[in-house]
């Protein structure tokens, strides 16, 4: 790297998921727990979800290829990060094909036996129509030059799994459970499994989990029930934030076994998995009580779950101390990489809501430069984060996910323009290895349980004709990303 440049090599591109952009051409992927709690009309009523659905999103199941045109054409990428739909690929149960579980003193899962039994069990029941699609996608976007940073799990999960809807109304009324219950960490196992033998040699970077806190924190403790399955309580955030760690040891090491094809510098395979890393900091600073709860939700949102990836640490109990029973390195199984959303910082503020200190805090509302969505700008953020992550796990790191939901366009191209100079600087100045920047994203999507009301895009989508119109931030990306350089005076 040179002056004012990026790392040569150095990826660009645009991030976009299945559920989100997929569905409004061709067949809907209508197995998953997200279109059941979308669909259903007392989910709705509660207010927890818009009214939209899928169904009328953009239509990249058919628009692929143009898409990917316009990535390589128009914004000149040289990257796309994309996923997979694990319930579209099965959408039956797939618990009846047999791969033994093995189980610690404490029942934790460490592993998961995959041979080629199970591959060829697998291949029989997929639904080989969208294998055939999802292989077309991936070759479309080599063909355009685009290097594939595949997510093998963006959010969905197959209803035969997780009944969200009757979680919600009593958690303990039914045995699909989702990412509660081991049976979920066995059966990702095996689908990742597949996934990595089927489509291992047009694929090279892999990412496991998206979000893995987000999943958990939105969906078991969030006050407004936003992601299925709308609980709040603190023992069930934790139980989903340990699962998903073991279920990235697991994936990690199917996909290491599975693709042993090359294509590129990452082949056969390097495999990373997605926090969201925000900046947490207390409403109040002269206040004792915020100062606590702040750095509690840091350390839960941030730390715990990256402690529990690379070093087997499971603070169960949230002390900031690790007993024995807590050390499971026999659930570690590799990270190669990062992959680091990045969006906002957050005042957290001490409110009484009993003994669960977790449950104590609230997230409290931008004051100041806010998004559409009433996140805070803070760009110096993305340069805090990439230097926490990596001086204390030591792994390169990609920006995966990094945008503004902005629907009149006026704030993105200040936001893309100083967020990528902090990302430079973390870089040049500070020595942190990141290896590229995926922009979220590239078109206006579904944006789970608010619908189509948040426009992320790059390009705004009429979700009735499906066209992509530009807006005047794609001419910034592409003067970015041509020169390799954060751009000076735009």
């Known amino acids: 790297m040179s002056g004012n440049k990026f790392p040569d090599g150095f990826l660009w591109g645009t991030a976009i998921s299945s559920f989100q952009v997929e569905m409004g051409r061709g067949e809907p992927s209508d197995k998953t727990d997200w279109w059941a709690w979308v669909h259903d009309k007392g989910i709705k009523d509660e207010g927890i979800t818009s009214g939209n659905t899928p169904v009328d999103g953009p239509g990249f199941w058919e628009l692929y290829d143009e898409d990917f045109r316009i990535m390589s054409e128009d914004l000149g990428c040289n990257s796309v990060r994309l996923s997979m739909d694990w319930g579209r690929l099965f959408p039956e149960s797939t618990e009846d094909i047999d791969a033994p579980a093995y189980y610690d003193e404490h029942g934790n899962i460490f592993d998961v036996a995959v041979d080629e039994s199970v591959i060829k069990a697998l291949s029989y029941r997929v639904n080989r129509e969208a294998v055939k699609r999802y292989r077309e996608i991936l070759e479309s976007a080599r063909d355009h030059g685009l290097t594939v940073m595949l997510t093998l799990y963006h959010w969905p999960i197959p209803l035969w799994l997780h009944d969200p809807v009757a979680c919600h109304k009593d958690i303990y009324s039914t045995d699909k459970r989702g990412w509660l219950d081991n049976r979920t960490l066995v059966e990702f196992t095996k689908y990742v499994a597949f996934v990595a033998y089927e489509l291992g040699d047009v694929v090279d970077l892999y990412n496991t989990i998206n979000e893995p806190r987000i999943v958990s924190e939105h969906g078991y403790l969030s006050p407004n029930s936003e992601f299925p399955p709308g609980k709040y309580d603190a023992g069930m955030f934790l139980t989903v934030m340990k699962n998903l760690a073991i279920a990235h040891g697991l994936a990690y090491e199917q996909v290491k076994e599975w693709d042993r094809k090359s294509f590129s510098d990452l082949g056969p395979c390097t495999v990373g ?42 603070d169960m109990n949230l002390d900031y101390q690790i007993q024995p029973w807590e050390q499971l390195p026999h659930t570690v199984k590799g990270c190669d990489f990062f992959g680091v959303n990045y969006y906002s910082r957050w005042k957290v503020k001490h409110v009484d809501n009993g003994d669960v200190p977790l449950e104590n805090f609230k997230l409290m509302p931008c004051e100041g430069d806010c998004t559409d969505y009433g996140w805070e700008v803070y760009p110096e953020g993305i340069r805090e984060v990439v230097n926490w992550a990596f001086k204390r796990y030591r792994r390169p790191i990609y920006i995966t996910e990094n945008g503004i939901a ?22 040049a100045e500070d020595g942190v290895p990141v290896l590229g920047y995926y922009h979220w994203t590239m078109m206006d999507n579904f944006e789970w349980s608010d619908g189509y009301r948040i426009r992320f895009g790059l390009y705004h989508v009429d979700m009735k004709t499906k066209k992509r119109s530009p807006t005047k931030t794609v001419k910034l990306y592409r003067e970015i990303i041509s020169s390799n350089s954060p751009v000076q005076g735009a």
């Open 273 to 314: 998995i997605v926090p969201v890393l925000q900046v947490f900091a207390p409403y109040d600073p002269d206040d004792p009580k915020d100062v606590k709860a702040s750095r509690l939700i840091d350390y839960a949102f941030n730390e715990w779950g990256l402690n529990a990836v690379i070093h087997g640490d499971y």
């Open 406 to 427: 902005d629907e009149t366009g006026d704030q993105r191209d200040r936001y893309l323009k100083v967020h990528i100079e902090k990302l430079h600087q973390a870089i």
